[in-house]
């Protein structure tokens, strides 16, 4: 057997073993990890993966999910031709017809729809990944639809837009130089691997460690000095409790706030009337606790922090906990400063900083529609702002109201209706749509509900470009041929473009062009990245940004400053109630009545994320069921012993929306009267439990970790019960 490095090295033992050592990517996981992967493959078959050690990124480390990559690309359900529905909707019977058929059907289809109601009546979706973005963004534009979206109108987007409401939109925390770091919200070990290790070396040098978080994490247990186990979405109290701790004893960076912020006093009037005694009472916390991690927070410092991705987000107040949580570094002088949190400079390609500037917006916003016609755009105003995409959680309501227009047609790119709170009334919905395409890898849920199914490939099947930090871009090549008759999502955006005739050159010169003309300036084109595929190269023009840059410069806020009082916000206060100043909303405050309550007394978080899955995307992977067989609801021990649950058992869980059959798993690691069940199950699809009005009222993001709903041990005849 020979070594992995005599196999990438040596040519001769490749020839005698007929294995090949190719550079690949791994995209199952964010877009702010996408590993480098070492794929060995022999007569075009992928034999396993494992880190490429020379990626300046990942540096040879993989995750759980990336380990399972085989795996996932030879899934038993990979779709192997383009598909015509020929059974009802959902009932999965379809008919193989050729490319050609497809895209003539899909053409035919779409412009008559676009002839009849115009073309805003066509709304484009993507799921969770991002690749494919700018060009399929662009392709929208260029067909004349102001409506597209992807899965941002529930991750991440609103903790950016509250960064863009108070400073910028993101940041990201110098744990090389920080005293202090402050895990909000995090549980790095799950879901960002290469985050974890970061916080581990801080720890290693002698720097202090805060968690707060509803549950106990391998953070937590092995890194925390002091972990403050709150009460789930009571986030914005806390923040707001500590600051007032900080300004009571006189804490604060009085310079800093005086030479860089903006509405300090109405904030330090706002945070007056948090005492100790009520931020403990709904947080749950000790006070001793709050007050010791206040005072090392504030006294240890500089401090840096994460940036929560979804959690925070996923409390129907995300966005104001999230800016009550970017005032409480300001106070201490922690934003744009060594050691606290570095806000980007700008967004190369793809949500990443990878410290030189692209032309992404430029590129798919220069024949963009009249935006303002977007569906829901009046709803959520800060969404509206900042975004050009569409706020999707109002998808089912703008196609059932046909409010602002109607809906006839849905244009999916990896859709997944699971992703949707009330998934069920999404999948009503579709009785008022003519035409639905999806393009997927395999057969999923949503797919079975398709008048014509696309099949994509693999990451690990296509060419694609991607940038990442400290200045790297890197161009892949398909370590195998696109499985039976797969294609990348590009490649058939841009042939569908050429058969649709649609208005736009480059578009239809395809996916390598358009990167070229957004990487145009930046030194360094496609053809000079494929001549080393899969090894990521630094950009000539590429410059570190060091802290600092935003406070010489000026914010890019209203008022050049970090802004306690968001003037932005201000805009919206009349007509929205919005308030410019951070606050804590409780997060069932809409539905708290008595009845309610005692009918739905818990608390559920769904979608907590697990090590071995993510989203829908590896329940169907072997690998990832051997670990977890079933899907499991965490319950507390002592919950389940009154209600007589035990390991193991059959429950069925459920809210007014909805119910789900699972297994009960019994811990002691969350809080009694709170519920844990991961996502992406299509037999226990936990988003049918939740509301589709319950939303955040800036962001539009869903309450998926905080919705009330009920537990109780299923009787004998389970699978005949009302569940999913
Ligand atoms: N209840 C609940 N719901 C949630 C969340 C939660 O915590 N709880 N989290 C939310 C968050 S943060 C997110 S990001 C979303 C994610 O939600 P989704 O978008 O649903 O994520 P996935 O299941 O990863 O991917 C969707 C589909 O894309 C397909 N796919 C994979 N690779 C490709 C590709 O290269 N091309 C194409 N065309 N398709 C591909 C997958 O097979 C899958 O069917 O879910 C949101 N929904
Ligand atoms: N393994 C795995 N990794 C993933 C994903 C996946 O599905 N699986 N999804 C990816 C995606 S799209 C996203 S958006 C990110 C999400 O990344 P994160 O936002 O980090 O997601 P979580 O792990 O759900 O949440 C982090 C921690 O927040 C805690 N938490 C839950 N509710 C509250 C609350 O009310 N207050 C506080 N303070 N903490 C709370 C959880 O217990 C958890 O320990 O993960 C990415 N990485
Ligand atoms: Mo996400």
Known sequence: MYSREELIKAKIPCKETGIEVKKGMCAICSPGNHCGLDVYVRDGRILKVEGTKEHPFNQGYICTKGAMNKEYVYRKDRIKTPLRRVGQRGEGIFKPITWEEAYSEIAEKLNGIKDRYGADSVAFTSGYCKWYRPYYHRFVYAFGSCNFSTDDCSCYRASVLAGACTCARDSRPDNKNAGTFLGWAWSGAYSNHLSYRGVQALKERGGKVIIVDPRITPASEHLADIFLQINPGTDAALALGMAKIILDHGWEDREYIDKYTYGYKAFAERVKGWNLEKVAEITGLNPADIMEATRIYATNGPASCNIPASALAHEINGFQDMRAFLCLQALLGNIDRKGGNVPEVQNTYLNRNANFAAKESEYYMENAPDLTRMIAYDRFPIWSKFCHEFQAMALADAILDEDPYPIKAIYGVGMNFKMYPQTEKLVKALDNIDFFVNTDLFMSYTCKYAD??????????RGEFKVYPGGYGVYTDPVIEPLYQSKSDTDILCELANYMELPDELLRK????????????????????????????????????????????????????????????????????????????????????????????????????????????????????????????????????????????????????GCIAAKAMLTAKIHEGTLQIGHGYTEANSSILMSDRHLDPYSGFPGYKVMRCSIRKAGKDIEKADCI
């Open 452 to 461: 014509i199914v696309l099949p994509c490939c693999s990451s690990l099947e």
């Open 510 to 657: 395809g996916y390598e062009a358009s990167i070229d003309y957004i990487m145009d300036g930046c030194g360094l084109t496609v053809a000079d990245f494929k001549k080393t595929p899969g090894i990521p190269q630094k950009m000539p023009g590429a410059k570190p940004c060091p802290p600092g840059y935003w406070l010489e410069k000026g914010f890019p806020t209203p008022s050049g400053k970090i802004e306690f009082y968001s003037q932005t916000i201000a805009e919206y206060e009349k007509d929205f109630g919005l308030d410019p100043l951070p606050d804590y909303i409780p997060p069932l405050s809409d539905d708290e009545d008595e009845a309610y309550s005692k009918e739905y007394p818990f608390m559920l978080c769904s979608g907590t994320r697990l090590p071995h899955t993510i989203h829908s995307r590896l329940h169907e992977v072997s690998w990832s069921r051997y670990i977890r067989r079933e899907p499991l609801v965490e319950i507390h021990e002592k919950d389940a012993g009154i209600l007589g649950i035990g390991e193991g058992d059959r429950v069925e869980l459920y809210s007014p929306y």
